[in-house]
């Protein structure tokens, strides 16, 4: 069963530019997380998705993050634009609904210079 | 502020011997706990998890560890192997299943042969 597949694995950006983040769960999974992860912390999350419907996104900045999950399987995320404190790793998890851990993926370690 | 603490930065244990790597909470209401393990340049792997009606739980040569009144819970893994090298995230949740989870910070373990 392939896992929780991201992309792209690294992105180098100048502060002010936009940038995407790909992810596409593991099938048959309902739920689906995006959360950030800084140096030396662990994942805090930004915004959790039930099928198509984003169910909480109380943490996710909304003046300039946004993300979708059109049909309620991929998803993308996207920060515009980009300032020097976006440098982090995005993790995409995905679980069935109501399960009880979540399945992560690989990450996008994002550089703003 | 940090709702699950992992005060241990790092921890070194030889070949053979046991790992104890600890975790504390602060909310009541969390249900569930899990931890997690990440290798370098992946996503946290699911480790194991125990629920608040259980006090341990066990799987190979891991065992959790939950008390309740002292909020706190800790990771048992005997016998310790080189491939357990990673940094170890313990989690928790405020109901049964996967959604919003809180991380720790992590534990970076190093088992030395």
């Known amino acids: 069963e392939a896992g929780v597949v991201q992309s792209p694995r690294y992105k180098i950006i100048e502060k002010k530019q936009p940038v995407a983040f790909w992810c596409n769960p593991i099938s048959g999974h309902n739920t689906l997380y995006w959360y950030l992860q800084n140096l030396g912390q662990g994942p805090e999350l930004l915004i959790r998705y039930e099928n198509e419907e984003a169910v909480d996104d109380s943490q996710l900045p909304k003046d300039r993050f946004s993300a979708e999950r059109l049909k309620g399987v991929d998803s993308t995320l996207k920060i515009q634009p980009a300032e020097l404190g976006d440098s982090a790793v995005y993790l995409c998890?995905?679980?069935?609904?109501?399960?009880?851990?979540?399945?992560f993926g690989q990450g996008t370690r994002l550089t703003v210079v | 502020d940090q709702q699950v603490k992992q005060n241990s930065p790092s921890l070194s244990v030889q070949e053979g011997r046991i790992s104890i790597l600890n975790c504390d909470y602060t909310?009541?209401?969390?249900?569930?706990f899990l931890w997690y393990k990440k290798y370098p340049a992946e996503g946290p792997t699911f480790l194991i998890s125990?629920?608040?009606?259980?006090d341990k739980n066990e799987d190979g040569r891991f065992t959790v560890f939950l008390n309740k009144s002292a909020k706190h819970l800790s990771l048992h893994i005997v016998p310790s192997q080189p491939g357990d090298s990673a940094v170890y995230f313990c989690?928790?949740?405020?109901?049964?299943?996967?959604?919003?989870?809180?991380f720790g910070t992590g534990t970076r373990l190093t088992v030395i042969p």
């Open positions: 998890a995905s679980s069935p609904s109501g399960g009880i851990e979540a399945f």
């Open positions: 989690a928790a949740s405020p109901q049964t299943g996967a959604n919003n989870l809180f």
């Open positions: 125990i629920s608040s009606i259980k």
């Open positions: 909310n009541s209401m969390f249900d569930y």
